[in-house]
């Protein structure tokens, strides 16, 4: 994999980063109050609003992971799209006006609009910097994956990049200069991934691999001198390992003979070796490459968009799915395989190759996903303080409606985006959250170049959302109205940015610790978290008059403390970290239980405990 500092690539992407810190310094003048820091004053038109919603919302999961998994998964990709859009329903017609007539600056508010329980205040503060932080982690993934490709640096140094340009533009301006920043980004992303979907559709589909696309060789055993013979314990394959030009190579056994494989080795002195060599002499290629195309083509040319899924259902292509990794020790080295594999097109547009719906965990795994992803938008915090950021309520029913718009088309693109990724050859294995990205590149520097920084900017948007909500939970809720500490808004403005630092800090150190997990799937924990802790709540607050503070309360600490025991001791998070022993459980979704058991537990609790209710006011 090529990854060479591109120097039009270092330009642009400084040029976009200096505006982006020069707009925050701009607007940190009129971030003086906290109405301002936390809230942009309530000024902010429905229009620009709207696209910022969708700056917010199109974060690092949204373009680079479900592209990086539609290139990798196919359709099943997609599948995020569909819940991430459908989400916005309920934002539209159930959360857009109540949580602007009920709430100030945080989410908190809405909730505790007529109780003033220092139950809700607490619960929904920690639930505030939970869903944060677990949302901040693929975001910080996919910061750290960019910086590689465009700037020829260590992930590490990506992670901790974006957390100081963010930390500074939420400590300078908050949410005013973060909405601008989103509004930015959110309309780049949308006209720059149309232009790169034209582009795709203009190539065509072609069974010619690009020069930096990996063609697996394929030879006789017989003729191959073998140094070692591994079966897989896990999958049942054969692997050998031979040597060529002084460096060891792993091939898969097909009967009698040996195909090439791509792999990472980590060896025991703690060096990453890509194909048995470091990754600057650039043995470690690109995949993805159509083996077939119908009847008998070997290139399309510039296609229609109906003409070109028809043309991908109808072909082969030849693919590193997950499931074909393989990994093994050789010698005290941890080597990881990947194996290609041919699939047909039309089963690449149907669900099935991430969730394995037919037997019955894959099917509770993909239910408790969507659900997450349907009641998870309308509870992310930093999407719910943007209401606080127009005037009226009417304007927030509009915002909520350009967003819808905006969100929509841009998971269309996804689909060009991500099966061009797959079918031109352009797939970094080792971390599928750069398809995009690398598609871009496959066409011109100054597009990847283009694409990099908007992504870049995508990631500095939904951090400083992110960042905003979680200061505004610790200043606001937790020391302001649950601790008691009484502060001017010049104080607590400086509570929020301390706070903004620290967060900061952790969602650094958080996306280096899970560097090279997809990020779509990641914010599918952030989403289920939301979805356990908040909805039951907002939903319930809204539509039962029998539910009273300690019901909310209780149903927040319940669903949150569920949806996170569940996520921590699943089989995934198991592989990420390699630990040792069998997982309690197989579920890597938590909705499926944490939700219902949320909107249980309110519903119990407030029964419990009607007498708190006397002398309330309803809420209209």
């Not at 040597?243 to 791509?262: A, H, N, S, V």
Request: net charge positive.
């Amino acid at each position: 994999m090529n990854y060479v500092a591109n120097p039009i690539a270092i330009a642009i992407f400084l040029s976009f980063v200096g505006f982006v810190l020069g707009m925050s310094f701009y607007f940190a003048r009129k971030a003086k109050s906290a109405a301002g820091y936390f809230a942009a004053g309530g000024t902010i038109h429905w229009f620009v609003n709207g696209i910022a919603f969708a700056g917010d919302y199109l974060s690092a999961a949204s373009f680079l992971g479900i592209c990086g998994m539609i290139a990798t998964m196919g359709y099943d990709g997609f599948l995020y799209s569909i819940g991430y859009l459908a989400g916005w329903i309920v934002a539209l017609f159930v959360v857009a006006e109540p949580m602007k007539r009920l709430g100030k600056y945080t989410f908190t508010d809405a909730l505790d609009s007529k109780f003033n329980s220092k139950g809700i205040q607490l619960m929904a503060a920690i639930s505030t910097l939970a869903v944060s932080i677990f949302y901040l982690i693929p975001q910080m993934v996919g910061a750290g994956s960019l910086i590689t490709p465009l700037l020829g640096l260590p992930q590490w140094i990506g992670v901790v990049m974006v957390g100081a340009i963010v930390i500074t533009i939420v400590a300078t301006a908050g949410m005013t200069s973060t909405t601008y920043v989103q509004f930015l980004k959110g309309g780049l992303l949308i006209i720059f991934s149309t232009v790169l979907s034209i582009a795709v559709l203009n190539k065509g589909l072609s069974t010619e691999p690009r020069e930096q696309t990996f063609s697996p060789r394929i030879v006789p055993a017989a003729t191959a001198d073998i140094k070692a013979e591994v079966v897989s314990e896990k999958s049942g394959q054969t692997f050998v390992k031979l040597e060529e030009e002084g460096l060891f190579t792993w091939w898969i056994k097909q009967d009698d003979m040996l195909e090439e494989t791509q792999f990472i080795t980590k060896t025991a002195a703690g060096e990453t070796l890509y194909n048995g060599a470091p990754k600057a002499d650039n043995r470690f290629k690109s995949v993805g490459l159509v083996a077939k195309l119908p009847d008998g083509q070997t290139k399309t040319g510039p296609v229609g968009v109906f003409k070109y899924f028809a043309t991908v259902q109808g072909s082969e292509i030849i693919r590193y799915p997950k499931g074909r990794i393989a990994k093994i020790e050789d010698s005290g080295d941890h080597v990881e395989i990947f194996c290609p594999a041919i699939a047909k097109g039309e089963d690449l547009m149907v669900p099935g190759q991430k969730f394995k719906i037919k037997d019955g965990i894959g099917k509770l795994n993909f239910i408790s996903l969507m659900l997450a992803l349907f009641f998870g938008t309308a509870s992310l915090p930093h999407i719910l303080i943007r209401y606080y950021t127009v005037p009226s309520q009417r304007d927030a029913r509009k915002s909520t409606i350009v967003a819808i718009g905006s969100i929509g088309f841009f998971y269309v693109l996804t689909l060009f985006m991500g099966l061009g990724a797959m079918t031109l050859g352009v797939i970094d294995v080792g971390d599928g959250n750069m398809s995009a990205p690398l598609l871009a590149k496959a066409f011109s520097s100054v597009l990847f170049a283009i694409i990099s920084a908007i992504a870049f900017a995508t990631v500095l948007g939904t951090v400083s959302g992110l960042i905003v909500a979680a200061s505004g939970a610790v200043a606001h809720d937790l020391m302001d109205n649950f601790m008691n500490i009484k502060m001017t808004d010049q104080s607590k403005v400086k509570a929020g940015k301390i706070a903004a630092f620290g967060v900061g800090i952790i969602a650094i150190i958080l996306g280096i610790l899970f560097q090279g997990m997809n990020v779509s799937f990641l914010v599918g924990w952030a989403f289920a978290v939301a979805a356990s802790a908040n909805l039951p709540s907002i939903i319930m607050l809204l539509f039962w008059k029998k539910t009273t503070a300690k019901g909310i309360a209780w149903s927040i600490g319940v669903g949150m403390v569920s949806a996170l025991a569940i996520i921590l001791s699943s089989p995934d998070m198991y592989a990420q970290f390699g630990f040792k022993g069998t997982p309690f459980h197989s579920l890597n979704q938590p909705g499926i239980v944490s939700i219902p058991l949320s909107f249980i537990t309110l519903v119990i609790v407030s029964l419990m405990t009607q007498k708190d209710n006397e002398g309330l006011k309803d809420i209209d």
